[in-house]
């Protein structure tokens, strides 16, 4: 069973940045793609990043050109730095194999706020 452990979320103001990290166990950890996922206040869960085993990256839209996802097979982990943060982002964010599995961790809390 995959365990989760999503951590770095915080207070920032716009314009700000933050580092995300997700811890993960399991030992086929660098077969997966891994991505990662934001829920808003009274929204669906949306898909934000997604990373391959070999490093291709993907992104919606909306973070294009602000967002870096990044992994660590050795530490068994994966990064989101997020960068010129704007009200919008404000979403509990979560990492997940993609596609995503049943498994989620308790996510960690973005609030972009002046």
């Known amino acids: 069973q995959v365990q989760l452990v999503e951590s770095g979320g915080g207070l920032v103001q716009p314009g700000g940045s933050l580092r995300l990290s997700c811890a993960a166990s399991g030992s086929s950890f660098s077969r997966y793609a891994m991505g990662w996922y934001r829920q808003a206040p009274g929204k669906e869960r949306e898909w934000v990043a997604t990373?391959?085993?070999?490093?291709?990256?993907n992104y919606r839209n909306s973070v294009k050109g602000r967002f870096t996802i990044s992994r660590d097979n050795a530490k068994i982990a994966v990064y989101l730095q997020m960068n010129s943060l704007k009200f919008e982002d404000t979403a509990v964010y979560y990492c997940n194999a993609f596609p995503s599995s049943s498994t989620w961790g308790q996510g960690t809390q973005v609030t972009v706020s002046s």
């Open positions: 990373i391959t085993s070999g490093g291709i990256t």
